[in-house]
């Protein structure tokens, strides 16, 4: 046998699942390495983002880190709206109600800063097992002796064995991948979310929306602004920031060859965001990540011989109609995987851990919530071409437009049911098609004039300057039909932009025209559409390398 | 394990931070004092050392008092536990010789007999690079130069490193030397830590250091000659047997050469340049 180096517990990634994970193995006195790539713990990470705590969940974010929110979170979501945009005209509804639905709080959060945060509490959590976090590695795949998986490899250390292997690890996770749990294969399992950060005096922000210091809004937007590219868009305060970005499907993203720099731009253009945005805007920032979707995609076994797979990594992203709740489930996860542990250790029998996580997901009712049957019943049966095709045309008739006239009521109650937005099909019915005819039908005309000029994407690819070290992601075929999607999906590149990773030309070949791809991983944010939607070997940069954002 | 590590403090030459007068005159007073950027690469090693096997960094200079700030500097950038500055009057203008002299007592007069002194690759101001090498020698130690990399076996009492052929970077061997040992490190020396623990010690090494360097007066000892019971006719410039005859400024290039301007838009008018270069594109 080798003679590796070894803890008891090796956890990778240390974003909310990460962090939660190994906080609760140093709680129960498991010797713990955490692994994170980055130069800091959310250097790496993008989210909305709203950290929701469900008073059903097992763990939250503050139980397993008192003072989280006095510490690391923003603004407290105190209201909740969804507009419904056709044109210039505007149907808002209010969905507290499902906002507040089995939330104890729910806090707007900026991940560079939250990440950290929760990065020295797990450092000081888990030296005192005898482990600890190191930032900068790279974990590269699984250590496997026999064809078990007993570890991990890294690009930056030597190989490390352990008992548990956590791969928190995040969307296109390399370990899920290295255990044959995850392919990056259907762009129908993922969204992609694509995010600006913009400045703002905190008393701006809070005269603009009206609200106190200690308060905070969320507005969602759905209808006609996306050029009919299935998703929606989100606007949140934050101390002295807002966060405004958009999440697509991302199977629509590469059938409508949309842009989406161009579709978060719509957004920010509209004159429904002028009352907010005013005339100073300044984006300090400009993201993008995949985001799974737990309805498709969510492991119904997350594990492998001594690894656990939490968070992303695992698939666990609810879309909850339109809220988003990727970060909560990470942290139930990732402390029932340490919980799991736990259990299988005290029964002196450590690697039947991942069975019993297993279980714990679905005793806490987590995989229900990620996999809900109602829309395994009624969801899936409405994204069937015909029965979409006349929903879409029931909705559009003047039948359908007089019933939402009739019923504005009900309309309004159906979107704060958690039931039936979960049952939400992926179809243009709920995302462009109803929202369109609700902003027709109710909506008031928004008279405002915006001003906002975003940035070029070269100014915001310039402000995201790093070394990304040697080239992280090999395009495998460059032929436009099998990598072409990627010209327009990626966030950093845009048909006839030159700047971006990726370009396509005609190239002359033997007489005959080709038509290439070719792709320069110096601007990539690493947000992994490319490894779904084009024919790529995809892996992160080396540990400390690549993309590094301040907010998040 | 217990190294030694020596440093001196230099102009800071970088830009924006140097000055100098009309006649090109380094003007001292206006230009901050820095550790030698090469004795970083020094300190680097022996920190790897630290963190690796263990024990205790002692760094080292001879200089004014101001030189503190110096060690001070080391202990935040890198690493130190404790530091000892040899100053006084008497060892004031010493050459590199009456230095090595000093610094050599120094070491002699810890309390423990250190296993690995190391310098850096010359001063950013003298440019000798002789003060290591004569150290050793008034060790009597064996001493390695130009070492790019480092392993300590502590059981056998070796150090085993990789060093640079005539400081050149194409040729690399590796040697063995009995400790203790003197260790010039190369700039081209990179510490490695691929064991998660070196790495966590790493990490925890740095924070408690860059505390200490808060309060680094706590860890400070400074010894003048009687200290280190050194003859003043031996040490400083009594004892510096280098004589300099003279300094010659070097002369500013000459700004008022012929200069033909040359149309880029112009292939033809590049021709002429071309010849003049052809010769230097062979190689002589
Ligand atoms: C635009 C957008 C909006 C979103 N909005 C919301 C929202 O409002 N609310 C919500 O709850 N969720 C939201 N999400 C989803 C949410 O961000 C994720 O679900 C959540 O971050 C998942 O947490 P995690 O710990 O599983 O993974 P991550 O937070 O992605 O953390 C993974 C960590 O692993 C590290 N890592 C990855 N690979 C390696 C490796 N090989 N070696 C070492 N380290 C590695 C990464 O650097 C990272 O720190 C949003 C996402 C996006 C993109
Ligand atoms: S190159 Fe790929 S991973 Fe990088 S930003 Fe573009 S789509 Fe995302």
């Not at chain 1, 200690?214 to 759905?222: K, R």
């Not at chain 2, 010690?201 to 010894?223: F, G, I, M, S």
């Not at chain 2, 047997?241 to 590049?270: F, Q, Y």
């Amino acid at each position: 046998m080798t003679d590796h180096e070894r803890y008891e517990a090796v956890v990778v990634g240390c974003g909310p699942g990460g962090a939660a994970a190994a906080a609760n193995l140093a709680r129960n006195g498991v010797e713990t390495l955490v692994l994170e790539r980055g130069v800091d713990a959310g250097s790496k990470n993008v989210s909305g983002g709203l950290i929701y705590a469900e008073e059903s969940a097992p763990y939250t974010i503050d139980g397993l880190f008192p003072d989280f929110r006095e510490e690391a979170s923003e603004r407290p979501v105190t209201e909740n709206y969804i507009h419904n945009v056709a044109g210039d005209k505007v149907k808002t509804f209010d969905i507290g109600d499902l906002h507040h639905h089995d939330t104890a709080w729910a806090d707007s959060v900026l991940r560079r800063r939250m990440d950290s945060w929760l990065a020295r509490r797990v450092h000081e959590l888990t030296r005192e097992t005898g482990g600890g976090l190191l930032t900068e590695v790279h974990v590269t795949g699984l250590l496997r002796e026999k064809g078990e998986i007993v570890g991990v490899t890294c690009e930056e250390l030597d190989p490390i064995e352990a008992d548990i292997v956590v791969a928190a690890d995040g969307v296109n996770s390399e370990l899920a991948r290295d255990a044959g749990l995850m392919d990056w294969e259907d762009p129908d399992e993922w969204f992609q979310g694509v995010k600006a950060v913009a400045e703002m005096d905190p008393d701006v922000v809070d005269e603009r929306f009206d609200i106190d210091e200690d308060e905070g809004e969320a507005h969602l937007f759905s209808g006609d602004l996306f050029d009919g590219v299935r998703g929606g868009g989100f606007l949140y305060t934050n101390e002295a920031s807002l966060s405004i970005g958009t999440v697509f499907h991302l199977d629509s993203i590469a059938e409508e060859r949309a842009e989406p720099q161009e579709l978060l731009d719509s957004l920010l253009t509209h004159p429904l965001m002028a009352q907010w945005l005013g005339d100073d805007y300044h984006e300090v920032e400009y993201s993008a990540k995949l985001v799974p979707d737990s309805k498709k995609a969510a492991l119904t076994a997350p594990h492998q011989d001594r690894l656990v797979v939490v968070g992303d990594a695992a698939g666990q992203m609810q879309a909850q109609g339109p809220i988003i709740k990727g970060m909560n489930h990470a942290v139930t996860a990732g402390a029932l995987a340490a919980e799991a542990f736990a259990d299988a250790r005290s029964r002196g029998d450590p690697h039947r851990a991942g069975e019993f996580y297993e279980k714990k997901l679905h005793d806490e009712g987590v995989m229900d919530k990620l996999r809900p049957t109602s829309y395994r019943a009624v969801g899936k049966i409405g994204e069937l071409g015909p029965i979409d095709g006349v929903a879409n045309a029931v909705a559009e008739s003047a039948v359908g437009r007089f019933g939402v006239r009739a019923a504005e009521g009900l309309v309004e109650r159906a979107y704060n049911s958690p039931t039936l937005v979960s049952m939400i099909p992926d179809t243009k019915l709920p995302y462009v098609t109803l929202p369109t005819i609700l902003g027709e039908e109710l909506g008031e005309r928004v008279t405002d004039e915006n001003h906002v000029q975003p940035p070029e994407l070269d100014d915001r690819i310039g402000d995201l300057t790093y070394d990304v070290g040697d080239p992280h992601i090999e395009l495998v075929d460059n032929s436009f039909e099998a990598s072409g999607t990627a010209v327009t999906a990626c966030p950093v590149s845009a048909k006839d932009f030159g700047g971006g990773c990726y370009r396509d030309e005609m190239v002359q070949t033997n007489g005959h025209e080709e038509h290439l791809v070719s792709l320069d991983t110096q601007p990539c944010v690493e947000c992994g559409t490319c490894a779904v939607v084009a024919d790529t070997d995809w892996e992160h940069p080396a540990g400390g390398k690549g993309v590094e954002f301040e907010q998040g | 394990m217990h190294t030694v590590v020596l440093t001196k403090g230099v102009p800071d030459f970088r830009e924006g931070q140097v000055s100098f007068d009309e006649d090109g005159h380094l003007e001292r007073g206006k230009t901050p004092t820095v550790m030698n950027p090469n004795d970083k690469h020094a300190l680097r090693a022996a920190f790897q050392t630290r963190v690796r096997n263990g024990g205790h960094v002692s760094l080292m200079s001879m200089g004014p008092p101001g030189y503190q700030e110096v060690l001070q500097e080391g202990m935040r950038d890198v690493y130190a536990d404790d530091l000892y500055l040899l100053s006084d009057r008497e060892m004031g203008a010493a050459d590199t010789w009456a230095t090595a002299m000093t610094v050599a007592t120094g070491i002699e007069n810890l309390e423990t007999q250190p296993d690995l002194v190391f310098a850096g690759f010359k001063t950013a101001d003298g440019e000798t690079g002789h003060t290591g090498p004569q150290t050793a020698y008034c060790l009597d130690w064996p001493m390695v130069t130009h070492v790019v990399s480092l392993d300590i076996d502590e059981e056998a009492g070796l150090l085993r490193a990789k060093r640079l052929v005539d400081g050149d970077v194409t040729e690399i061997e590796t040697v063995e030397a009995p400790m203790p040992c003197f260790v010039v490190a190369d700039p081209e020396f990179e510490p490695t830590y691929r064991k998660a623990s070196h790495r966590l010690e790493h990490k925890q090494l740095r924070e408690e250091t860059q505390e200490r360097a808060e309060d680094y007066e706590d860890v400070l000892t400074v010894w003048d000659h009687e200290d280190l019971n050194l003859d003043p006719d031996y040490i400083g410039l009594d004892g510096s047997p280098t004589i300099v005859a003279g300094v010659d400024p070097i002369p500013k290039a000459p700004s008022e050469r012929e200069a033909t301007v040359v149309d880029g838009d112009d292939p033809s008018s590049l021709e002429p340049v071309l010849d003049e270069l052809t010769p230097f594109a062979a190689g002589d």
